[in-house]
């Protein structure tokens, strides 16, 4: 983990205050890289969305928050811009068209969608519908998701490609829906599938259009590197794929092979990953067109990166390619495979949720408050305990240094050893609050001298940092100083749940952009992480985007009494909101739907109400009506001995059903 450099302030930031600038934030939390082209920062040091990317058009993302709550919709808030799901599939489309162009492609490209990346109902309807003019479909994965698919796509050209497991049922399905005027094609994932496609064709006189998908053994790199190899989950083995061809080939189905699918993971952090499985997979395609598949499609699966942490590099969070490099390495490489052996190029299908979904939510929270070490310097009370005028000295020493320390400081030599003065101060200071915690454990120190205890050794810390941050650059600091930014960090609690909202934070480790909204124009004071609401020690926010690399506390600003400090979550438009879970019974946000309106301004599309109290613990099977009937009962029990008075009943009753009715989340004020 790399931490803050203590020389910037007592807390890690740059302390030039007079000359930060708006532009200074954006660098701070990357989103000049990150956030191009569809977030910035404006003069006052507000977070900018421009939804069209550079097309046009942009919205003040705090004022867009306050006229929001204006319309009852309470933090936490996921706000999910429509324009930019367009504008991704624009890019998306555009990149490949100018890539089929450069190469004298005689193929195209046609995408889907899948829909387990966001299956929220407004956002399919919005990529079909934006996606019509390129025939874009969709990808299934089960039963719901098909029939999701089934009902809202309605263009006869476009696909719907259906992985996953597949019983009778899902396979009968999408064989009565290419009757439909529907284009299903069934991948084949695992070598069972094929007798029941079979099966199901001859039963019904029908087929349906049929894909495989390879078990590739080029290796891939990354969190989701497993996808690919002979331990991946889905996908045929060569002699399975060679018995599959055969088994088809006997039962008349060969003549609707149709598709070759391959997945390299969720997200390909290394182009040259993908340069070697397009050339497995291409010349797979090629020996089946050789075996007598008409195949038709090639579906290089999903994984198209997102460069979380814009470093435009190959780690876990970012990628080393732009998206016109994808586009031109899939067709010049597909190209290359198939010309030479005269096979006719396939169209090009890939399933790019996360690229697609990515940037055009952003999750909204509110900071509740703020809790740091107490580093006060207490009054001295009269005699005190030797080991608190020992602390009391100490401090000094360290608040009087480089004088105290005779000539010239850290100035002297520049060296590590210019320093050794502070070291063994801090060393001092931490063996004094030790012998404060013992002298408490033997009955010599009351509760009160040890927390006098605690607070100056902090103070010690505090002033030690303070030293550390008008050091020149290049001042060589020892380790055990080096670390005193993030002990003393502050912990900012959060008002959401990891768990619901951001899930992938917890369970693999994944790196969202995290910053403030607001005063963005003002150097940050503070290092700190968050804790969201739920009574669980991983519910926090702990690993933060760093220049490609990771730090364990972001650079935040002191709270103001009266006045919010929001947050911003970006970039988790894809899987977090149907992979979060009820932890402690926190629901769904709030969430609306934002387009820019012409002339200027914007428009709310559609509000999504988060769940209520009630809702949840419905989902837990418990009745809410049952519950208030429980408490009526208590409290008329509570009535008749006496504890409790009828004013107060009605009163706790009435708090009771309100509750149920709101939002799972804590109320402002």
């Known amino acids: ?269 290394d182009i040259a990953v993908l340069k ?92 509740l408050g703020a809790a740091s070490l107490a580093g006060q310097v207490p009054e001295a009370a009269g005699e005190e305990a030797l080991i608190l005028r020992n602390l009391r000295e100490t401090l000094h020493a360290i608040e009087t240094w480089p004088a105290a320390a005779g000539e010239g400081g850290a100035d002297a030599g520049g060296g590590a050893g210019a320093l050794e003065p502070l070291q063994e101060a801090w060393n001092d200071a931490l063996k004094f609050r030790d012998d404060a915690l013992a002298a408490f454990r033997l009955g010599y120190l ?16 505090r002033a030690i940092a303070r030293h550390l941050a008008a050091m020149p650059a290049g001042t060589a600091v020892p380790e055990e100083l080096r670390t005193l930014p993030a002990v003393l960090a502050g912990t900012y609690y959060a008002n959401l749940s990891v768990f619901r909202s951001a899930p992938d934070t917890w369970a693999i480790d994944q790196l969202f952009p995290v910053l403030p909204l607001q005063r963005l124009d003002e150097r940050p004071t503070r290092l700190g992480s968050f804790a969201d609401l739920t009574c669980d020690s991983d519910g926090k926010l702990a690993r933060f985007i760093d220049r490609g690399q990771v730090k364990p506390l972001l650079e935040l600003h002191a709270l103001r009494p009266g006045e919010p400090y929001w947050m911003g979550l970006f970039l988790a438009g894809a899987y977090q909101e149907v992979m979060g879970n009820l932890h402690n019974l926190f629901g769904s946000t709030n969430a609306v739907h934002i387009r820019l309106a012409a002339g200027g301004g914007y428009q709310v599309d559609h509000v999504v109400r988060g769940d209520t109290n009630a809702e949840v613990l419905e989902a837990m099977e418990h009745d809410p009506a049952l519950l208030l009937e429980r408490l009526r009962v208590a409290s008329e029990t509570a009535i008749a001995s006496g504890r409790l008075g009828i004013g107060d009943a009605r009163r706790l009753m009435a708090h009771l059903r309100s509750s149920l009715e709101q939002t799972t989340y804590l109320e402002e004020g």
């Open 1 to 269: 983990m790399v931490l803050a450099d203590p020389r910037r302030s007592e807390t890690g930031v740059h302390p030039s205050a007079s000359s930060w600038t708006a532009s200074d934030g954006a660098a701070l939390y990357g989103l000049d890289r990150w956030g191009d082209p569809y977030f910035s920062v404006n003069a006052r040091g507000h977070v900018m969305v421009q939804p069209r990317g550079d097309r046009g058009g942009s919205l003040d993302l705090v004022e867009l928050v306050e006229q929001l709550q204006g319309r009852d919709l309470s933090l936490p808030l996921l706000i999910r811009f429509d324009d930019i799901l367009e504008d991704r599939l624009e890019r998306l489309h555009g990149a490949f068209e100018r890539a089929i162009a450069q190469y004298g492609y005689p193929g195209r490209y046609q995408g889907v969608f899948p829909v387990k990346c966001n299956q929220q109902r407004h956002v399919v309807e919005q990529l079909v519908e934006s996606g019509r003019r390129w025939h874009f479909g969709l990808e299934a994965g089960s039963k719901a998701e098909l029939l999701i698919a089934l009902s809202l796509l309605d263009d006869p050209d476009a696909l719907l490609i259906c992985n996953g497991y597949k019983d009778r049922r899902f396979i009968e399905t999408a064989i009565l829906a290419r009757q439909l005027g529907r284009q299903p094609v069934v991948v084949i994932e695992q070598a069972d599938e094929v007798p029941r496609i079979i099966a199901a064709s001859h039963e019904l006189g029908a087929a349906p259009l049929i894909g495989i998908r390879a078990k590739l053994a080029t290796r891939s790199t990354g969190r989701w590197g497993s996808s690919v190899g002979e331990r991946a989950k889905f996908g045929l083995s060569v002699p399975q794929l060679l018995s599959c061809v055969e088994a088809l080939r006997q039962a008349g189905l060969l003549g609707d092979l149709r598709l070759l699918h391959f997945h390299i993971g969720s997200q390909i952090n």
């Open 276 to 367: 070697d499985a397009l050339q497995e997979a291409g010349r797979i395609y090629v020996e089946l067109t050789r075996l007598g598949a008409p195949m038709g499609y090639l579906d290089v699966g999903g994984g198209l990166g997102i460069d979380y942490d814009g470093s435009r590099t190959a780690s876990a969070a970012s990628k080393n390619y732009s998206l016109q490099n994808y586009a031109n390495d899939v067709v010049a490489t597909v190209r290359e495979c198939c010309e030479p052996h005269g096979v006719t190029p396939p169209t090009l299908v890939s399933e790019s949720g996360r690229a697609l979904a990515s940037h055009f939510s952003v999750l909204v929270f509110n900071v």
């Open 446 to 461: 009351s509760l009160p001298e040890r927390g006098k205890a605690e607070q100056l050794s902090w103070a010690c810390c």
